[in-house]
């Protein structure tokens, strides 16, 4: 005996088996509202920090055009240069050429405390391309025989020369970056000197000789 479906039955197992149409959409829409979140949040993390790069750059350059102490050994540097004293400098004779020494080496030391920020990622390296490319390149090139022989150390223990590529390794890395034009130095760029005999020629730690 043939019996008609019931009408309520049937709406019940419709009702089951097929969701809400909402249901169906809920899903994609919230995919889509975490994924655009996400997105955003990275955008947002970029800004910020290329933001807080510029921020650094524009301070450390404010500093060291205002700063009096940067003043001064900007003007031995540039003295020593005019006057081709860096031959001089590794073993320093008197008082005033040892001053010299500390003056160019704590100038060529800010040079490379900016190289390590720009490679960190702490300051901007566009910004600061732009406002320093030609000095930082102009002096890396000036003081390269000087940096050359300073990295040779002589070990009085082993009784030889060591080179010590890492001094000044991050500026000359900046430096080549932003120039064809900026000296590469390397072990066999110069021999050693003759004989040890300058307040640098001790040999430094194995891990040191970042800067002077």
Partial sequence: MDMAPNPELVAVATSEQWPPLWALLISPIILFISASAA????????????????????????EIEQGEHYSGIHRTFSFVK????????????????????????QYLNHYELIAIGIQEGVFSDALYKRWMRGPFVRDWNTAADF???????WDARTGRWIYHAALF?????????????????????????????????EAYPASDGGTA
């Fill in 169 to 201: 390794e991050n500026y000359q890395a900046v430096a080549k970056q932003w120039s064809d034009e900026a000296v590469s130095l390397n072990e066999s760029y110069s021999p050693p000197p003759a004989a040890p005999g300058g307040p640098g020629d």
């Fill in 147 to 153: 940096i050359q022989r300073e990295r040779w150390r």
């Fill in 82 to 105: 005019q006057e081709g004293l860096f031959d001089r400098l590794h073993s320093p004779s008197s008082t005033e050429f040892r001053r010299m020494r500390s003056d160019v080496q």
């Fill in 39 to 62: 997105i955003l949040l990275v955008v947002l993390n970029y800004n910020s920090s290329e933001r807080n790069r510029r921020i650094n750059t524009m301070l450390r350059i404010f």
